[in-house]
């Protein structure tokens, strides 16, 4: 038996402490502040030194912005406005350059009847992206699609779109969003003719050239149909050189032949005519379409077994990456007129997507590699032994989870080549950053203005290069397999 | 062995190019527009506006041309080409003709295979600074920190003032001119320096103009001038001659306005065969008979031309200096028309 019984205990408590409240370092705001910001000599004095360089930013620069002036025709006006409104010596902000001359940092010098077109074209850009982005989220794809009809068919009415566009553009944007809340993958058909369509609006002309160009694949297919009877190998051949010998051969005359019957054009628009944002997106959606897939089968090559295959894909990646982008700029631009036939007119600007997509589509490479060789040995020793081919096994089992793995980097390689697209200033093309700021510059009104042009160009880069980056955290997190 | 004979094939083939774009004129009238190299953009002389339209002291030259050689100052394509492509894209034949501020040297006239017509802007290179720094000669900035344009003939004329003044200089390297002012209004360097034409209108845009000064010296001979390819030579003509109908007009008196009643009326046989009233000079070189007067007519003679861009009335404000005729004191001397 225990000496210790109930009796011998002096004191229980038997009701609970009314609660307290908690010490006031050891609380919301205080408590936050103290351990992420002052919890050691080192942080705190980091904080304080973070705290003055804010301060000294904002001291320095806060007046220029509060100074602005939206509706001014000239520097000088702008400047005889602040020092009006804030007195003499005051400095400022003179955001009217960008409010005069907006519509050639977004459209360069496309004719103004015709920013309806572009518009377009950028908003059922969105229509061929939408299953192929969110494939799998209808919620954010209603979203998408929804902003995208309504604000494409605000815009086009606010440039004074034709009706007949409009209803299209309404049919085809409102079609979409209906079609893709029961068949998404239906949508794809839209994806694959965009290209050419996009291509058509943008460039215009006549759109027996684009249909022309489909009639590549059609004939291909029938061709492989016909031969696949007689021999496999013959049927894949034929499948691939006839709609080659039909577009150098035989598109261009029978476009202009069908045109020539039934026209069926509009206006077309030159490629000097294309600067600004309008250019940097061609060019970089036009990059980031065409060097994914290079990108993945330069990636493939290289770890190829065959010799001369592997051998070319390491020289091309070797060499487009030993090369500065510019050097291939001045190459499309300047070396290319020397080497054609004189009088070939070969488009600048396709000249440089292709330059730009070569370029990227080494890198791309080389990040795409970085995730199959992240790829445990084991997964491609079971592809093996569930009896795949090479291409069944690298579709279904491989490229899935090395895609996955290069995600950071695909887009990483994304971004740098859309900020890269303002090198082509080099090549005399008016790129939103430096030359268009440079031709606004020129005239006599904004001769002067600095930093203006910079913030804006630079803010718009911003949001589009932010909007990929958090695109691909949200992928990221969608094909997490590893943690449900 | 293999190289070579790779070497030589596009050796060839560039021959042939070469040969193959000889007949400009032909080219031009097949195409039905002419196609000018400018600047990206330079205050008064070339640059874009609002609505895309190129306004400038060499736009005009291009227009004139166009309307000698098509008849229509609209039909020019305008090609922005940058320091770094400019004369390539003469040379690979983008353009049929640079008209773009740029200098004319001995190596640019004979190792790049340019034809230099003539001069249509004598500028030179001068120095501004802030007037509080109490300087008022080039001589006396030894010691300063100048603002410089890398890669410019700007650079190298620097360097050679100061040698010959016995002066040490602390450059203070820029990539463009907008970039220049900035670099000079932060304080950066005590003296930019750049052509005299740009350092004016980079005055005009200050908010302070009053208080910088562009020092009197004058360092380096800058013939800007319009250029053609090396190889055909009725091409060079027709613009070489375009340009002196231009100067040649201001001389004689022939504007834009009075031009139509001194065809009719002007008894001066020199007037007479610029206007194609009497002989007919237009069709040595392969044109008409009122080429020049359509060149006139598309923006003036050059002094008009001059006035409306760059002259006293602008923003710029350029005196005519040397650029004013040869009568007046200048330089702009137009070879008779006969």
Same mark, same amino acid.
């Not at chain 1, 459209?107 to 004719?111: L, N, S, V």
């Not at chain 1, 002067?448 to 930093?451: E, F, K, R, V």
């Not at chain 2, 002259?311 to 005729?325: D, S």
């Given at each position: 038996m225990s000496d210790t019984h109930a009796q011998t205990v002096p004191f229980v408590r038997d009701t609970m402490l009314p609660p307290a409240e908690p010490p006031i370092k050891e609380a919301g705001a205080m408590r936050w502040l103290r351990e992420n910001? +002052?919890?050691g000599p080192v942080n705190t004095i980091l904080t304080i030194l973070g705290i003055l360089i804010v301060w000294f930013l904002v001291s320095h620069f806060w007046d220029w912005f509060a100074h602005s002036v939206w509706n001014a025709a000239s520097l000088s006006e702008c400047r005889q406005i602040i020092a009006e409104t804030w007195g003499e010596g005051a400095r400022g902000a003179c955001w009217a350059v960008i409010r005069e001359r907006w519509n050639q940092y977004v %459209? /360069? +010098? %496309?004719?103004p009847a015709l920013y309806w077109r572009p518009t377009m074209a950028f908003g059922l850009l969105f229509v061929a992206l939408a299953p192929v982005l969110f494939s799998e989220a209808p919620g954010i794809r209603r979203i998408v699609l929804g902003l995208t009809t309504v604000l494409t068919l605000w815009l086009m009415v606010a440039l004074g779109a034709p009706a007949a566009w409009l209803v299209f553009a309404a049919i085809v944007l409102v079609g979409a969003l209906a079609i893709s809340e029961r068949h998404v993958s239906w949508l794809l058909v839209f994806s694959v003719l965009y290209p050419l369509m996009g291509v058509w609006f943008l $460039? /215009? /002309?006549?759109?027996w050239g684009p249909i022309m160009v489909l009639v590549g694949p059609v004939l291909g297919w029938i061709a492989w149909r016909v031969m696949h009877p007689l021999s496999g190998m013959v049927a894949v051949i034929a499948a691939l050189v006839i709609p080659v010998l039909w577009w150098v051969g035989y598109a261009g005359e029978a476009a202009r032949d069908a045109e020539s019957i039934v026209s069926f054009a509009i206006p077309a628009v030159a490629s000097d005519r294309f600067g600004g944002f309008l250019l940097s997106i061609t060019i970089g959606i036009s990059g980031i379409a065409l060097s994914l897939p290079l990108g993945i089968v330069l990636a493939l090559a290289r770890r190829s077994d065959m010799f001369l295959v592997k051998s070319l894909a390491v020289i091309f990646i070797e060499f487009i990456r030993g090369v500065p982008l510019i050097a291939l700029l001045f190459v499309a631009s300047l070396l290319l007129n020397y080497f054609l036939p004189p009088g070939t007119n070969f488009d600048i600007i396709l000249r440089v997507i292709i330059m730009v997509t070569l370029f990227a589509a080494a890198y791309m490479a080389e990040v795409i590699r970085g995730g199959l060789a992240a790829l445990p040995k084991g997964q491609y020793e079971a592809a093996d032994a569930l009896g795949l081919d090479y291409w069944k096994a690298q579709r279904l089992i491989v490229l899935p989870q090395a895609l996955k793995i290069s995600i950071p980097g695909i887009v990483s390689t994304f971004i740098g080549m859309f900020k890269d697209t303002t090198l082509v200033t080099f090549v005399g093309l008016y790129d939103p950053l430096k030359s268009m700021s440079d031709a606004v510059r020129a005239s006599t009104s904004w001769k /002067?203005? %600095? $930093?203006e042009p910079y913030i804006f160009v630079g803010f718009i880069f911003f949001l589009i290069c932010f909007a990929m980056s958090r695109y691909s955290m949200y992928l990221e997190r969608r094909l997490a397999r590893d943690h449900r | 062995m293999k190289t070579s004979i790779f070497l030589g094939t596009v050796a060839a083939a560039t021959l042939m190019a070469g040969a193959g774009m000889a007949d400009t004129l032909a080219d031009v009238k097949a195409r039905g527009e002419l196609n000018c190299g400018v600047n990206t953009g330079l205050v008064g002389f070339a640059a874009p506006d609002a609505n895309g339209n190129w306004t400038g002291f060499d736009v005009d030259f291009c227009k004139a041309v166009a309307a000698a050689v098509l008849g229509d100052a609209t039909k020019v394509k305008y090609v922005p080409t940058t320091g770094q492509t400019r004369f390539t894209a003469l040379s690979s034949g983008e353009v049929d003709l640079l008209a773009r501020n740029s200098t004319w040297t001995f190596s640019r006239d004979t190792d790049l295979k340019l034809d230099f017509i003539g001069v249509n802007y004598y500028d030179g290179q001068g120095f501004m600074v802030r007037k509080d720094l109490g300087v008022t000669s080039a001589k006396e900035l030894d010691g300063a920190t100048v603002c410089i344009q890398t890669g410019t003939t700007t650079e190298l004329n620097l360097a050679d003032y100061f040698k010959a003044n016995n002066m040490a200089y602390q450059p203070v390297n820029i990539d463009s001119n907008a970039e220049g002012e900035q670099q000079y209004m932060a304080g950066a360097c005590d003296a930019y320096t750049t052509d005299a034409s740009g350092l004016a209108a980079t005055r005009a845009a200050f908010a302070d103009p009053e208080n910088h000064i562009i020092l009197p010296e004058i360092i380096s001979k800058e013939p800007l001038g319009p250029a053609v390819r090396h190889g055909d030579n009725n091409w060079g003509d027709i613009v070489r001659w375009t340009l002196y109908a231009l100067i040649a007009a201001e001389e004689y008196g022939v504007t834009s306005a009075n031009i139509g009643e001194l065809t009719t009326s002007s008894q001066n046989p020199e007037v007479q065969r610029l206007l194609g009233v009497t002989d007919d000079l237009g069709a040595m070189i392969g044109l008409d008979k009122e080429w020049a007067k359509r060149a006139i007519m598309a923006r003036g003679n050059y002094g008009e031309i001059f006035a409306a861009n760059i *002259?006293?009335?602008?923003?710029? *404000?350029? =005196?005519? *200096?040397?650029? =004013?005729?040869w009568t007046q004191g200048g330089l702009m001397y137009a070879m008779p028309f006969r």
């Open positions: 910001l +002052f919890s %459209y /360069g +010098f %496309y004719p $460039w /215009g /002309g006549s759109a /002067g203005i %600095y $930093w | *002259g006293e009335q602008t923003p710029i *404000g350029l =005196a005519r *200096g040397l650029n =004013a005729q």
